[in-house]
Nanobody, 122 residues
Framework: VQLQACGGGLVQAGGSLRLSCAAS????????VGWFRQAPGKEREFVAG????????FYADSVKGRFTISRDNDKNTVYLQMNSLGPEDTALYYC????????????????WGQGTLVTVSS
């Protein structure tokens, strides 16, 4: 599975962005996908995850109610809709895939995209 994340950019506080994670490989539709982020000087942290069916979704407390993860297996793409962005959301955002259930731990993911930068100005 190869992943490519895109959709990052510069946005003002209160704004929105939608990240996309496009995957290649026939097995993507059976993989759980997670979004992670890493701010300068901080550890990589779990943001959101979706099961391969798209039915089970998980969020970090810090983004619950603001971010929505979804997937379209026909398009081999997972999305992260981010609303009400604040400066604390500024980070490099990565998508990652694994087989089995969603995990909040980055080390459980085998496949990673290259990251897309989100910058939120106050």
């Amino acid at each position: 599975v190869q992943l490519q994340a895109c959709g990052g950019g510069l946005v003002q506080a209160g704004g929105s962005l939608r990240l996309s994670c496009a995957a290649s490989g026939r097995t993507f539709s059976s993989a759980a996908v997670g979004w992670f982020r890493q701010a300068p000087g901080k550890e990589r942290e779990f943001v959101a995850g979706v099961a391969w069916t798209g039915g089970s979704k998980f969020y970090a407390d810090s983004v619950k109610g603001r971010f929505t993860i979804s997937r379209d297996n026909d398009k081999n793409t997972v999305y992260l809709q981010m609303n009400s962005l604040g400066p604390e959301d500024t980070a490099l955002y990565y998508c990652a895939a694994k087989f089995g259930v969603v995990s909040r731990a980055p080390y459980n993911y085998l496949y990673w995209g290259q990251g897309t930068l989100v910058t939120v100005s106050s």
